[in-house]
C-alpha cells in the first residue's frame, strides 16, 4: 500500500545557504522540506550542481548535495540541539526517515520512494511506525488518520516566554486527552529543557479537569483557563516561577469524542 509522505515543517530553523547573504541553499532542491520559504521543492532560486557538505548558519539544518542532489544523509536540530529529524536518501531511490521529539524520543519513522528530477521533488510513502510521547510503539497503527492517539501538534501556539521556544504535542483518546509542552532553550547556556505532560478528563458538560500533571526541567505550567467553542478547545497555561506578561502559552486543537 502507498501512503502520501508526511513532510513536517520546522518553523523555527532558518536556511542559510553557503552565501551567507542568502537564505537559500546552493541548489534548486532542498533536502527534509516538501516546501519551502514560498517555494516548491525544485523551484528554489539557486540552480548550482554544488556537491558537497551543506548547512546553515546556526547548524540546524545539514546535508549531502551530489550535482545539486540531495543525497546520503540530512539532518534537522532543534534550537536546543536535540535532533529533529534524519533522513538518507539512497542512490536506488529509496528513502528511510525518522522524527524526533524535542526531548530526543522518536516519534514517527518512515520508509519510501523519492524523486529530485524536472525540477519536481515527489515522493511515496510505503511503511511508517509512530510512537507516544513517551516513547512507545503505537502497534498497527499505519497512518495519522488511523487513529485518534496519534500525537498531532496543535494550531495556534503562541507564548511569551523569555529566552525559550514552545513546542507541544496531544492526542485524544474518547474523553480523555493528554498534552505534552516542550520548552527549548534559545541557547545551551540556558537552563535545560523542560517537558510538562498533562493528562486530562473532558465530560459531556465541557469541562476539563487535570488527573495528573508530570513536569521536569526548571519551569513549571499550569493550565490557567481553558474555552470550548465549535467543538476546538483553548488552552491558556501560566508559568507560576515566571512574571506576567512573560509567563503564558495559549493553543488550540479540535476536539473529537
Not at 111 to 133: A, R
Not at 224 to 251: C, D, G, W
Request: charged share 20%; proline share 5%; hydrophobic share 30%.
Amino acid at each position: 500500500m502507498m501512503y502520501k509522505i508526511f513532510i513536517f515543517m520546522f518553523p523555527l530553523l532558518v536556511l542559510i545557504g553557503c552565501n551567507s547573504t542568502s537564505i537559500y541553499p546552493p541548489s534548486k532542491y532542498i533536502g527534509l522540506y516538501e516546501n519551502y520559504n514560498g517555494y516548491r521543492n525544485g523551484s528554489l532560486p539557486n540552480h548550482s550542481d554544488y556537491t558537497g557538505i551543506w548547512e546553515n548558519s546556526n547548524g540546524r539544518v545539514t546535508g549531502y548535495y551530489r550535482n545539486g542532489i540531495p543525497y546520503g544523509v540530512w539532518r534537522s536540530y532543534y534550537r536546543n540541539s536535540i535532533l529533529g529529524s534524519l533522513m538518507i536518501y539512497f542512490d536506488d531511490g529509496h528513502y528511510q526517515r525518522t522524527d524526533y521529539y524535542p526531548d530526543g524520543l522518536p516519534r514517527m519513522a518512515s520508509k519510501g520512494e523519492y524523486n529530485f528530477s524536472g525540477n519536481v521533488f515527489s515522493s511515496s510513502m510505503h511503511s511508517v511506525e509512530f510512537w507516544d510521547i513517551n516513547g512507545r510503539l503505537l502497534n498497527g497503527i499505519r497512518s495519522s488518520s488511523d487513529h485518534e492517539i496519534i500525537p498531532k501538534q496543535p494550531s495556534g501556539i503562541k507564548y511569551s516566554l523569555e529566552d525559550y521556544a514552545v513546542e507541544s504535542y496531544y492526542f485524544i483518546d474518547k474523553s480523555n486527552f493528554t498534552i505534552a509542552i516542550y520548552l527549548v532553550p534559545e541557547n545551551q547556556d540556558l537552563a535545560p529543557y523542560g517537558k510538562i505532560i498533562f493528562y486530562c478528563d473532558l465530560d459531556y458538560s465541557n469541562k476539563i479537569m487535570v488527573k495528573r500533571k508530570e513536569s521536569s526541567g526548571s519551569i513549571d505550567l499550569n493550565l490557567a483557563e481553558y474555552h470550548i467553542s465549535n467543538q476546538t478547545v483553548k488552552l491558556i497555561f501560566t508559568a507560576r516561577n515566571l512574571k506576567e506578561p512573560r509567563n503564558k502559552i495559549t493553543m488550540e486543537f479540535p476536539l473529537t469524542r
